[in-house]
C-alpha cells in the first residue's frame, strides 16, 4: 500500500484544483444552510459520498485519474444517498438503542415526583442502573460500528449500490480478517488525514472545508488500494443471496 501516494494523488489531476473547490463549496454551502430542514446538508453529504466512493473504486480498478468529474452529479448523489441509507441501517442499533435510552431516563425522571419517596427512589436507581448499561452498550456498539464501517462501505463502492452489502455482517467481518493488516494500516492512516485537515480552521475557518474534503479523498485513496491489493482490481462484489422463506 503506498501511503505517501494517498496524501499527493489528489494533486496529480491538471484539474484537482476545480474540483476539490467544487467538494469543499458543497460542504460548505450544506453546512451553512443545515437550518433549512437539513436537506443542504443531507444533499451535501450525499454528494461528496457519491463523489469518494467513485473515487475509491477508480483507484481500486487502476485508472489513470482517478478523481471522477463533477459533471454527472444525479448519480454522484444518487449512489451517495443510497449509502447514506446504508449507514443509517449500519447504525441502527445505535439510534433504536438511544430511543430507549431517552424513555429510560424519562421515567426515571418522572418517577423521581410520583409515589411514595422509597418507591420513587427505587424506581430511579433501577432506572440509573439501566440507563448505564445501555450507554455502555451504546458506547461499544458504536465503536465496533465505526471501526468496521470502511469494509461495507469499500463493498458498497465496488458494487452497483447494493445496499444489502451493509447487512452482510459476515461478509464484512470475513473482509476484514482475512485482511486486517491492510485494514488497519489504511484505518490509521485516514484517521492521521483526518487529523491533519483540522489545521485547514487557520485558513479563516473556511479552509476546513476543503481539507476535510482532502482528507476523505485521501481515505478513498487508501481503501481503493485496499481493496485492489487483497481482491484485485477486477473483484467484484458477490451479491448476497435473499432469504426464502421455509
Known sequence: MDIGKSFTYVFDDPQWITKVLIGGAIIFVGAL???LLLIPLLVAVALVLGYTLTATR??????PVPLPAWGDMGALFMKGLYALIGIIIYFLPVIILGCCFGVITGLAGGSTGTGTESTSSSLSGVAGIAALCLQ?????YSFVAGVTLYAPLTRFAMSENQLSVFWDIRGNLDLISKNAGPYVIALLVAFVASFIAEFGIILCAIGLFFT???AQLVTANLFGQFWRQTQGPAAPVVPVAPVTPA
Open 212 to 214: 476535510t474534503f482532502w
Open 136 to 140: 455502555c452498550i451504546i458506547a461499544l
Open 58 to 63: 477508480n483507484v481500486a480498478e487502476g485508472a
Open 33 to 35: 444552510f443545515f437550518w
